[in-house]
Structure formats: C-alpha cells, structure tokens
C-alpha cells in the first residue's frame, strides 16, 4: 500500500509539474480549476518570495494525506452520491438464491443508491450526510456487512481507489489553502446519471480568494 501511495503522489506531481511547463510556455488554460490554482499558488509564492513551487505541492500533499477528517467526508460523499450509481453482472451458471433460480446468463444490476440508503441497514440517518458515522472506519461503519460499495469489491474492486481518493484530497486541500468557496445561489440539486452519477446542471461554487 505504501508503495502505490508513493507511485500515486509521483503521478501527481508529474502532472502539476507538467501543467507548470505548459504553463510557462503559455500553452496551459488558466480558466480551468487546476489552472485557477497555480495561478493563486504563484501569487502566494511571488508574496512569501520564494521560487520553490515544489515546496508549496508537497505541503499540500502532506496535509492531503494527514487529513482524516477529509478522509470521513469523501466515504460519507461516496454513501450518498456513488459516482457509479450501479453495478452490472451477468451469471454464467443457474444460481439459486433463496427460492429465486436465475438461469445462467441472467443480467444482474446492485443499485448502490438502493443499498446507501437503506435505513434498515444504516440507520434512521441513512440519508443524512453524517461523516462521524465512519469515525471508526468502514468495516465498523457497516458492521462488517458487505454494503458500501463506491468502488465496488471483491475481486474487481476498484483499483484506482487509492488515487482517486488521494486526488479528491490534494484538490481540496490546494483550494482550501487559497480560497473559501460556497455553494453559488444558481445551483439547484439535481442528481443525474451519465455513466457516472453528476449534478445535472453543474455544481456553481463561489470561490473567495484567502
Ligand atoms: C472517484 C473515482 C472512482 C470511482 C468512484 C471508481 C469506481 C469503481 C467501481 C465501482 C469499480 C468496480 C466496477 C464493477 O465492479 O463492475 C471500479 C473498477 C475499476 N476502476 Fe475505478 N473508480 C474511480 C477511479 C478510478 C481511477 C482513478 C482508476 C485508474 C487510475 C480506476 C480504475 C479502475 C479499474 C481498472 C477498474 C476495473 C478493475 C477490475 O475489473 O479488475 N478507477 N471503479
């Protein structure tokens, strides 16, 4: 595990590291969040006056992978808006469950949304956002009871799981170092699915510079 978190934060740099070439070359669009970032990260730079980009990214590494409190609210996020919002079987063999026979090539689909917010298996809050419900991590969380699945699980579980949590981190942690944002009044919740699960009409944030 140390080691993928090693090679996820390599892979990281190299991408902000390549986004500064791109943009010291005056090739990288600046209207973009990531673009938007280094903007600000420069400002504070050009501020404290020192030159050293890398030391500002570590740091935000740092606080990304320290932070579990951020690690609580990414797994309630995923509870209640599972980027994928369903996953899809087929059954090679005649399976009976119960009194159901499923004959083989039977398509199955495990409706997460279904599933996260069943009350009778997380509780009366099951559609409350509630990170403190993962203060013990998952497996206390679900009572060893295979029904959190954002990334799926078992043999075919996610295997980008780590980066794409990580990369969550790093992001909020390098807007939170420069802005504060609210939620704008234009946005009007509206769950969709396309493939992955995404506010129908954008999510609009107000960002106020630090
Ligand atoms: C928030 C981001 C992500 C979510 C919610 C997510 C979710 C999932 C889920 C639910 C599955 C299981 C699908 C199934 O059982 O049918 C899966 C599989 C997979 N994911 Fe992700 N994923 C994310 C990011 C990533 C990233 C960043 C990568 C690659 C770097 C990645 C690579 C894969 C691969 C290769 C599989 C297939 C694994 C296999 O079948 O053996 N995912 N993902």
Same mark, same amino acid.
């Given at each position: 595990?140390k080691e993928?978190?090693?090679? &996820?934060?390599?892979?990281?740099?190299?991408?902000i590291?390549?986004? &500064?070439?791109?943009?010291?070359?005056?090739?990288?669009?600046?209207?973009?969040?990531? /673009?938007?970032?280094?903007?600000?990260?420069?400002?504070?730079?050009?501020?404290?006056?020192?030159?050293?980009?890398?030391?500002?990214?570590?740091?935000?590494?740092?606080t990304?992978?320290?932070?579990?409190?951020?690690?609580k609210?990414?797994?309630?996020i995923?509870?209640?808006?599972?980027?994928?919002?369903?996953?899809?079987?087929?059954?090679?063999?005649?399976?009976?469950?119960?009194?159901?026979?499923?004959?083989? /090539?039977?398509?199955l689909?495990?409706?997460l949304m279904?599933?996260?917010?069943d009350?009778n298996?997380?509780?009366?809050?099951?559609?409350?956002f509630?990170p403190e419900?993962?203060?013990?991590g &998952?497996?206390?969380?679900?009572k060893?009871?295979?029904?959190?699945?954002?990334?799926?699980? /078992?043999?075919?579980?996610c295997?980008?799981?780590?980066?794409?949590?990580?990369?969550a981190?790093?992001?909020? &942690?390098?807007i939170?170092?420069h802005?504060?944002?609210?939620?704008?009044?234009?946005?009007?919740?509206?769950?969709?699915?396309?493939?992955?699960?995404?506010?129908q009409f954008?999510?609009?944030?107000?960002?106020?510079?630090?």
């Amino acid at each position: 595990m140390k080691e993928i978190d090693k090679e &996820v934060k390599i892979l990281i740099k190299e991408i902000i590291n390549k986004r &500064v070439k791109a943009k010291e070359n005056g090739e990288s669009p600046k209207e973009d969040l990531l /673009g938007l970032l280094l903007d600000s990260n420069d400002k504070e730079i050009r501020k404290q006056g020192n030159t050293n980009l890398g030391l500002a990214l570590t740091k935000s590494l740092k606080t990304a992978n320290s932070s579990t409190l951020q690690d609580k609210k990414l797994q309630q996020i995923c509870l209640l808006y599972p980027p994928i919002a369903a996953l899809g079987r087929m059954i090679h063999e005649e399976t009976k469950i119960e009194n159901l026979i499923l004959p083989s /090539g039977s398509h199955l689909m495990l409706h997460l949304m279904l599933l996260h917010y069943d009350a009778n298996l997380w509780g009366d809050d099951a559609n409350e956002f509630n990170p403190e419900r993962f203060d013990e991590g &998952v497996s206390k969380a679900t009572k060893g009871q295979a029904i959190y699945f954002p990334f799926g699980g /078992g043999p075919r579980i996610c295997v980008g799981q780590a980066f794409a949590m990580l990369e969550a981190k790093l992001a909020l &942690v390098m807007i939170l170092r420069h802005f504060s944002f609210k939620l704008s009044p234009s946005y009007s919740h509206a769950p969709h699915t396309i493939i992955t699960l995404q506010p129908q009409f954008g999510a609009q944030l107000i960002l106020s510079e630090l």
